[in-house]
């Protein structure tokens, strides 16, 4: 993986994965409207070039914490299609043995901690998490996903600022989506980017295009190098947009439609495929073998999980305690 | 004053008299000295020149284990508490403390939404070994530095809760509860600290205890038995242990012959030891500190009658503050504690 610049097998692999979770989020959603899904879903079209360029950038022992909004970044990071798909049917083979549910998705294995669902709740577990790389000499580092919103709740001081006393190995990666819930971002903040407030705790900050996967990608290549290099955290604002409302139940109204339609222009996939088609790395038939390959990958992960066992009723009371 | 304990009673035991920031403090340097993963995090538990914490526990530990391992952290208790808990889920096992118990509301989601859940919420694949040392109980602090808030987290599954009454209890559940996969919380009763110089509270017990030089670990959800006696059942925790104690003494020059349990862990919660005494005595008088709405001795009363109604001769009673802040002049606060001469009016009218 270089430094800069991924290389073209990279490059596909980052395309496949931003596909994979947009085609997710599709089905997740009509097996929603289908009734097949029990509970609430907060979804991330839109949103992918995030989660895919910051995992991009990570080590296999990295660890990221996610939010309400988790599936692209489970997704991304490698969490399995098919232990995912299964939590969201609340199954016993569910990533949290169904348990979890769609808000708290997550895998340690595969390098991220269950999602945190109160916002802002998950940035300090980063902060703590990062420290105990930091005092175990691991060469790992967090990348701890919040949004917008998130910026503006107490613990995001608290643990950024600690974070940066300690020079832990974490980066705080905010999708500024805009709006938390139907509160624009400009009602809630008077500095102009999330980024600014990076100058407070005395460490880096950058606000970079996150509708732009390769961007990402490199703005988190060098925010992690400097963590993982003992620098200290950096907090990195990626701007994108979440083409859904907030939750299933919200169509969204508090945003004009000129504005989505403006946003839509800018979705991360179709950019990056233009792009990658122009440079010769992607043609129409790669294309439609990936998108086959994913159908295929999703189609047996929601047979599998329909198929799989329930938990028993009882399976309620396991797991509160260990030992 | 002075509680029974194992070690008074075991003649290898070289004789200690330690307070309960003696004991505590030895028990956290113990746990550093056998376990590398454990670290401190608190506010001013390791500042050169500073005083140990609040209450003096960490004195002295900075020194021997480096700021490394001592980590004094900025005021922000929900940020020590969410940072204890992902060091806990990243292999640490950290002690992390709040000055006061009543800072812990700051933590609450941290601690009842994180700390608590996250076993849960993975389907039983991550452990949260870390311990959340808190100061409670009213010493005319007023009503911000005073409360005593155990049933809150006895409410909350995922969370143990120890509520150690005397130095020895006090070093035994320590070292268990750093050495426990789950997180606990950990609460200390500022008038049983006992420590000498410039922290000594006014009007604090000098409540020592024979502490053994060997090692031993007290484990959690077994109940003590102070003092066997036939006619009644009191039941406390932390400070209150010692106020039945005094009014069993009152009680017998009266004929009642008081049986006085502390309960050492509210979370796990030895019932068998409480049902036992209550199926013998017929009676059931739960003290506690905190306010008397919701406290745990509701909890207490409520498994009681469960399982052991037809054994009572009597209501249940709760000694306990009443439903209100806790007040700051000393009369007033004299007044919301539970105090010696309540337990013996409530002991008498119940087996009159």
Redesign the interface.
């Known amino acids: 993986m270089s430094e800069t610049r991924p290389d073209a097998e990279h490059r596909v692999a980052m395309y496949r994965s931003m596909v994979l979770c947009r085609r997710f989020e599709e089905r997740v959603y009509y097996l929603f409207l289908e009734g097949r899904l029990p509970g609430t879903i907060h979804q991330s079209q839109g949103q992918e070039a995030a989660a895919v360029g910051v995992c991009s950038a990570l080590e296999a022992k990295d660890?990221i914490t996610s939010t309400h909004r988790p599936h692209s970044h489970a997704l991304a990071r490698g969490v399995s299609v098919n232990s995912l798909m299964a939590e969201l049917f609340a199954k016993t083979a569910?990533?949290?043995?169904?348990?979890?549910g769609s808000m708290?998705v997550?895998?340690?294995d595969a390098g991220m901690?269950?999602a945190?669902a109160?916002v802002g709740?998950g940035?300090?577990?980063?902060?703590?998490?990062?420290?105990?790389?930091q005092?175990?000499h691991r060469p790992n580092i967090v990348a701890c996903f919040f949004g917008d919103g998130a910026a503006n709740i107490?613990?995001f001081h608290?643990?950024v600022?600690?974070a940066a006393?300690?020079d832990l190995p974490v980066v705080f990666v905010c999708e500024n989506n805009k709006y938390a819930a139907s509160t624009g971002v400009e009602k809630s903040m008077k500095v102009k980017h999330v980024s600014d407030r990076a100058a407070a705790y005395g460490i880096p900050g950058e606000t970079a295009d996150g509708n732009d996967v390769e961007t990402v990608y490199r703005s988190m290549r060098r925010a992690g190098a400097r963590a993982r290099q003992g620098q200290g955290p950096a907090l990195l604002e990626l701007e994108t947009y979440r083409f859904a409302g907030h939750s299933r139940s919200d169509p969204g109204h508090y945003r004009a439609s000129e504005e989505v339609a403006a946003w839509k222009e800018r979705d991360p996939i179709a950019l990056y495929e233009a792009r990658l088609c122009a440079e010769g790395v992607l043609d129409r038939e790669k294309i439609s073998a990936i998108a086959s390959e994913i159908e295929n990958q999703l189609e047996k992960a929601v047979e599998l999980a329909e198929q799989a066992p329930s938990p028993r009723s009882e399976d309620c009371l396991?797991?509160?305690?260990?030992? | 004053m002075s509680l029974p304990t194992e070690a008074a009673s075991n003649p290898r035991s070289p004789a200690r008299e330690m307070t309960m920031v003696e004991a505590l403090r030895e028990a956290l340097r113990e746990e550093m000295r056998r376990d590398q993963r454990v670290i401190l995090l608190g506010e001013d538990i390791g500042i050169q020149g500073g005083f140990g914490g609040a209450f003096t526990v960490t004195l002295g530990l900075s020194e021997e284990f480096g700021h490394r391992r001592v980590i004094d952290t900025p005021i922000s208790e929900a940020g020590i508490a969410g940072v204890a808990t992902g060091a806990a889920l990243g292999g640490l096992r950290p002690v992390a403390d709040v000055q006061y118990g009543d800072f812990l509301f700051l933590a609450m989601d941290q601690l009842a939404n994180n700390a608590a859940k996250l076993r849960y919420m993975s389907g039983g694949k991550l452990t949260v070994p870390m311990v959340f040392r808190a100061p409670v109980g009213a010493t005319t602090r007023g009503s911000q530095h005073g409360q005593s808030l155990e049933a809150f987290f006895m409410h909350v599954p995922g969370l143990k809760v120890a509520c150690p009454s005397n130095p020895y209890d006090g070093k035994g559940l320590l070292k268990t509860a750093i050495r426990d996969d789950n997180p606990v919380m950990f609460f200390e009763h500022k008038l049983l600290y006992g420590s000498k110089g410039a922290r000594k509270e006014q009007s604090g017990l000098q409540v020592t205890a024979v502490v053994p030089e060997e090692e031993y670990l007290i484990p959690f959800g077994q109940a003590k038995l102070l003092r066997s006696g036939r006619d009644v059942t009191l039941v406390a925790s932390l400070l209150m242990v010692h106020r039945p104690m005094e009014a069993a003494k009152v009680l017998e020059k009266r004929d009642i012959d008081a049986e006085v349990i502390d309960v050492r862990t509210l979370v796990p919660f030895d019932w068998e030891t409480v049902f036992q005494s209550v199926r013998k005595t017929g009676r059931l008088i739960i003290v506690e500190e905190d306010n008397l709405t919701g406290g745990w001795g509701a909890e207490v009363a409520a498994r009681v009658a469960e399982s052991c109604i037809g054994y009572l001769d009597g209501p249940i009673l709760r000694v306990a503050a009443p439903d209100t802040p806790v007040p700051f002049a000393p009369v007033m606060e004299n007044f919301y504690v539970p105090s010696v001469e309540r337990i013996v009016a409530a002991a008498q009218d119940l087996v009159a």
Do not use: Q, S
């Not at chain 1, 569910?94 to 979890?100: A, F, R, Y």
């Not at chain 1, 940035?123 to 790389?133: E, K, R």
């Open positions: 660890m569910g990533c949290c043995g169904g348990k979890g708290h997550g895998d340690r901690l269950p945190i109160i709740g940035i300090p577990l980063a902060a703590g998490y990062a420290l105990a790389f005092y175990l107490g613990t608290e643990a600022n600690m006393i300690w396991t797991d509160v305690f260990a030992n």
